[in-house]
């Protein structure tokens, strides 16, 4: 039986129903990512997993107990907040120390705990500073730390990274898995950054328009993507019609494309970093004459849009000495690299 298990949720705001029949389970010691733009309902999701509203039809289920009128303050959930939510007149011990002093924990087992936090987050040391005296990183961890202190059933992210600079997002993504591997806690997280939580998640559940469109680990997720949707999401830029020919599958204009087994007519998508372009004429597979409609250089890499047959490929390539606006082309589509989307 998993740990948090939402069946059959119906939730929005007045008229405007944002999740409808929505449905997600959790396991113990996982760390699930809920990924997607604006909009799509995982914030909605967290909040009502939270406790900061509740459903108007369905039920969430948590260790086999239904929560879903369960006050927040009783269900022992770690929230971390996108814009860290500490209180400015309090220096950091008695921030991270606040939900324990409304739990009424002894003196001294506050002050153990506290700053074994602390010293797990790496900010020993720093518990008489205030939060204006600290960087966005530093307060990000003692969020993080207050969070994780009264020993939650279940961590909560929301967007807790969107407000540092990219280099410190990746440096805190990275303490946030270490901690969470070390202490083993279940964390759901939401973000709409795909990198951030493919980094840092055992499974990522890709939303669209208030459903889970893909649940699965990132690497199949981003390998195998379920639909037309996922695999744009994901980086796929190219897309092509196949039906079935006598030698096998074929594209619109006849010509037999070799690629992993799939059934029947339908759609395949391939990366413009596994598409290689090269003059007309050279060897390859699964061959496409084009013209160089644009090219964009992007420091290590260049990107050429091409004009083929079956339509507009984009194509990433290392190649520097490249090729210019109306030069003839062929590109090389590599088989294991192209994907049929179900």
Partial sequence: MALLEMQNITAGYDRNIIL?????????????SLLGSSGCGKTTTLRLIAGFSEPSEGRILFDGRDITHVPLHRRNFGFVFQSYALFPHMTV????????????????????????????????????????????????????????????????????????DAK??????????????????TAIYVTHDQEECFAISDKVAIMNRGVIEQMDTPSHIFNRPASEFIARFVGFENFFSLRPGSDGLVTEDGRVMRMPAAEGAGLACIRPEDVEIMAPGEGGE?????????????????????????????????????????????????????????
Avoid: C, H
Wanted: without cysteine.
């Fill in 93 to 164: 011990f008695d921030n991270v120390a606040f939900g324990l002093k409304m739990r009424r924990t002894p003196r001294d087992e506050m002050e153990k705990r506290v700053t074994e936090m602390l010293s797990l987050v790496d900010l020993t040391g720093f518990e008489k500073r205030y939060p204006r005296e600290m960087s966005g990183g530093q307060r990000q961890r003692v969020a993080l730390a207050r969070a994780m202190v009264i020993r939650p059933d279940l961590m909560l992210f929301d967007e807790p990274l969107s407000n540092l």
């Fill in 20 to 32: 409808r029949n929505f449905a997600l389970q959790v396991e113990k010691g996982e760390f699930v």
């Fill in 286 to 342: 699964n061959l496409l004459p084009g013209e160089v409609l644009v090219t964009t250089f992007l420091g290590r890499n260049v990107q050429y849009n091409v004009r083929t047959p079956i339509g507009e490929f984009v194509v990433k390539t290392e190649q520097q000495n490249g090729y210019s606006i109306g030069d003839r082309v062929s590109l090389s589509l590599r088989a294991n690299k192209i994907i049929p989307i179900p």
């Fill in 168 to 185: 410190l997002r990746v440096k805190m993504r990275v303490e946030i898995r270490r901690i969470q591997q070390e202490l083993g806690f």
